[in-house]
């Protein structure tokens, strides 16, 4: 390695004894309480060499272990109700039919409300489930609710407000139709112009079909591409006047 410088080799570095170095380290901790702690280990090591403790109570045949005997036994504490039922003073004797009752007594029960009163229904149920699971009736949308509502089956306002505003506004297109209509500006077209202009308009279509199917397959010239787009242009043009007097029955076209 070229990192690492080594001595000189020579017979003088194994010839001269080299001096040995002493550390001196500090004495080891040690407490004043050991021996005492050793002779108390020893003597209960000592008391235990044989199978359990050298002295052991024997029980007697009449001490035997019972049932439950080292459970932990719970002190019982009177309940509240054996409280409300404990008694101080001794109830008097029940009166013998002989006796005549007492006459004037009032409880703060009214007996007349109570006899009055309507019994109280038991709410609605459901049983779902084999163990006796229950749902209540009111709020678990099994029992018919709406259709007995007194509104069930009329049309909501906002319907009736929409459908109004529809009357209204068709009210107010037909009105301005008629207006312009009889000022002159638009014209109602009859049945027998609309079925005349119809045929008209296949006529013409016809007639352009017959020159268009006319032209040469080949169109090696300008004119005649200028020819040929000029007729599909009117075809187009005939075909969409065409769909929209079949389509429509009522037409109103200009009087100018």
């Not at 209960?44 to 439950?68: F, I, N, Q, W």
């Not at 004797?93 to 109570?114: E, I, Q, S, W, Y």
């Not at 319907?159 to 002159?184: F, K, P, S, W």
């Amino acid at each position: 390695m070229s990192g690492v410088v080594f001595p000189p080799e020579s017979v003088h570095n194994f010839m001269i004894p080299k001096e040995e170095v002493h550390t001196q380290t500090s004495q080891r901790y040690m407490s004043k309480y050991r021996p005492t702690v050793v002779l108390e280990n020893k003597s209960a090591k000592d008391a235990m060499r044989t199978m359990g403790p050298a002295k052991v109570e024997v029980p007697s045949p009449e001490r035997y272990l019972k049932k439950h005997c080292k459970e932990d036994k719970l002190e019982k504490t009177p309940s509240p109700k054996d409280v409300r039922h404990a008694c101080a003073v001794k109830k008097p004797a029940v009166p013998v039919k002989t006796d005549n009752p007492p006459m004037g007594l009032h409880t703060k029960r009214d007996f007349t409300r109570t006899a009055t009163a309507v019994p109280m229904r038991p709410r609605p149920a459901c049983v779902d489930a084999r163990n006796g699971h229950k749902q209540l009736l009111e709020n678990s949308g099994l029992v018919p609710e709406y259709i007995k509502k007194k509104q069930y089956g009329e049309v909501p306002e906002y319907l009736q407000q929409r459908n109004e505003e529809e009357r209204r506004a068709r009210e107010r297109y037909h009105d301005c139709v008629t207006q312009q209509r009889q000022q002159g500006a638009m014209k109602l077209l009859s049945e027998e112009e609309r079925r005349a202009t119809l045929e008209g308009l296949k006529k013409s279509w016809d007639k352009l079909h017959r020159d268009y199917q006319s032209l040469s397959l080949v169109t090696d010239t300008l004119s005649k591409k200028a020819r040929r787009c000029q007729l599909e242009v009117e075809l187009n043009r005939l075909e969409d006047d065409i769909n929209r007097f079949e389509r429509f029955k009522t037409i109103y076209i200009s009087s100018n």
